[in-house]
């Protein structure tokens, strides 16, 4: 059976680059729709069901920023982030609302499209995907990890789901329990990249994911900061399904 395309929305007020992205992108294999801005993305989101949103930062009206709040709030749609800007709080503050992953303008379409792919390796898991030998759900600390359904379980049972960043970061964190990991190391094997220089986006990730399992962002006793080496899950790991 054929696996449908998947299908990605560019939103940039520039004609130009949403037409030069959306044919790229189609090329590749990809269902490409364009909205100008939030009003028309909006309106896509009502009739359509996609898989990856592209979302420039500078937009008319609202801006990438509330875009990503939006987004989010209602759900886990993955993001990439657009960004003309060399400010580097404009990157973090994208991930701290919830992109899954940013590119700085100007970029190679090229590099656009490894980043999609990569997004969606993570954000678009199959069960048939999961090793036989990976169990479904493990605990560690007061907390359940669904695999599967890429949901957290609370020690009062409640479940919430996990952005594709947050569950590919805990995973990598649930396979090096009790194993410091560098900002380097962690970035390959959530990104599946080498990190570029002086970035720092793990830490903005590892500081949502601390605040996702119910803990301080700068200072956690599960996710502990091992200075000037990196990060380490300081717990357990136990297999329950």
């Not at 269902?31 to 979302?55: F, K």
């Not at 987004?71 to 657009?82: A, F, H, K, N, T």
């Not at 990157?91 to 940013?102: K, N």
């Not at 997004?119 to 199959?126: A, F, H, K, M, T």
Request: charged share 30%.
């Amino acid at each position: 059976m054929t696996t449908p395309a998947a299908t990605l929305i560019v939103v940039d007020d520039d004609p130009e680059i949403r037409d030069l992205l959306a044919d790229y992108l189609g090329r590749h294999g990809y269902r490409a729709l364009v909205a100008e801005d939030a009003v028309a993305l909006r309106g896509l989101l009502a009739t359509e069901r996609p898989d990856l949103l592209i979302v420039d930062l500078m937009l008319p009206g609202d801006d990438g920023f509330a875009i990503c709040r939006e987004v989010r709030r209602d759900g886990e749609l993955p993001i990439i982030m657009l960004t003309a800007s060399p400010d580097e709080t404009d990157r973090i503050l994208g991930l701290e609302l919830g992109a899954d992953d940013y590119l700085g303008k100007p970029f190679n379409p090229r590099e656009l499209l490894a980043r999609v792919k990569a997004v969606l390796r993570r954000c678009r898991p199959r069960e048939s995907s999961i090793p036989p030998a990976r169990a479904r759900v493990v605990a560690f600390g007061d907390w359940r990890l669904d695999r599967v359904t890429r949901e957290l379980i609370g020690a009062d049972g409640e479940r919430s789901a996990l952005s594709g960043a947050d569950f590919t970061l805990l995973q990598a964190f649930l396979d090096h329990a009790e194993q410091v990991l560098s900002r380097d190391a962690l970035f390959d094997l959530t990104r599946g990249r080498p990190a570029p220089p002086l970035d720092r986006s793990i830490d903005v990730h590892v500081c949502r994911l601390r605040q996702r399992l119910g803990e301080d962002a700068q200072h956690s006793a599960l996710i502990r900061t091992v200075r000037g080496a990196g990060y380490v899950l300081a717990a357990r790991v136990d297999v329950i399904a």
